[in-house]
T-cell receptor
Framework: DGGITQSPKYLFRKEGQNVTLSCEQN?????MYWYRQDPGQGLRLIYY???????QKGDIAEGYSVSREKKESFPLTVTSAQKNPTAFYLC???????????FGPGTRLTVT | AQSVTQLDSHVSVSEGTPVLLRCNYS??????LFWYVQHPNKGLQLLLK??????LVKGINGFEAEFKKSETSFHLTKPSAHMSDAAEYFC????????????FGTGTKLQVIP
């Protein structure tokens, strides 16, 4: 059963703690993406990766970090430097940058 | 520069009546255009895509969209709304020849009234 998985679905953390969100795909896609979604603001791109061992900052990369050591995995770390980390985080993958993206189910992060 | 504008943040229709969700775009290159649907607390699902073939694109769940280059529009339509269509819809543009950046619209929430 091919697709994208994100875990966990809900995540709670205390302010000041780093937290890592998981994203795995078995679609053999080269490109992977992380988005943040806040009410009324649509999707904002955090980071994207076109190929293993390479990634680029998106529009709101400050306070986040990623790695792409394997084609199927693109974890996102929300660091303590992120001022307002509570949000819904979506991971996506695509054959290439210009192709349609396939989305995971999302992780809702709450930081208190 | 590339941008996408969804002209309505909220649309309300009665069940069984037509749906029209409007999207205008700008792109320096030949664009690919997509519509996605998102149900509450879920990921996005691709409804349909335009990639320079037929200008009238049919998607899943009875939705279709027409690419109009002269109007720089890619409006999403459905002849008859169903209660299960209530969701948020996103129009997306991607440059196929240039920088290949992907830009999402801010979304349109569709309410279906029984």
């Amino acid at each position: 059963d091919g697709g994208i998985t994100q875990s966990p679905k809900y995540l709670f953390r205390k302010e000041g703690q780093n937290v890592t969100l998981s994203c795995e795909q078995n679609l053999n896609h080269d490109a992977m993406y992380w988005y943040r979604q806040d009410p009324g603001q649509g999707l904002r791109l955090i980071y994207y990766s076109q190929i293993v061992n390479d990634f680029q900052k998106g529009d709101i990369a400050e306070g986040y970090s990623v790695s792409r050591e394997k084609k199927e995995s693109f974890p996102l770390t929300v660091t303590s430097a992120q001022k307002n980390p509570t949000a819904f985080y979506l991971c996506a993958s695509a054959l290439g940058v210009a192709n349609e993206q396939y989305f995971g189910p999302g992780t809702r992060l709450t930081v208190t | 520069a590339q941008s996408v504008t969804q002209l309505d943040s909220h649309v309300s229709v009665s069940e069984g009546t037509p749906v029209l969700l409007r999207c205008n775009y700008s792109s320096s290159y030949s664009p690919s255009l997509f519509w996605y649907v998102q149900h509450p607390n879920k990921g996005l699902q691709l409804l349909l895509k335009y990639t320079s073939a037929a200008t009238l694109v049919k998607g899943i769940n009875g939705f279709e969209a027409e690419f109009k280059k002269s109007e720089t529009s890619f409006h999403l339509t459905k002849p008859s709304a169903h209660m299960s269509d209530a969701a948020e819809y996103f129009c997306v543009v991607s440059d196929r020849e240039g920088y290949q950046k992907v830009t999402f619209g801010t979304g349109t929430k569709l309410q279906v009234i029984p």
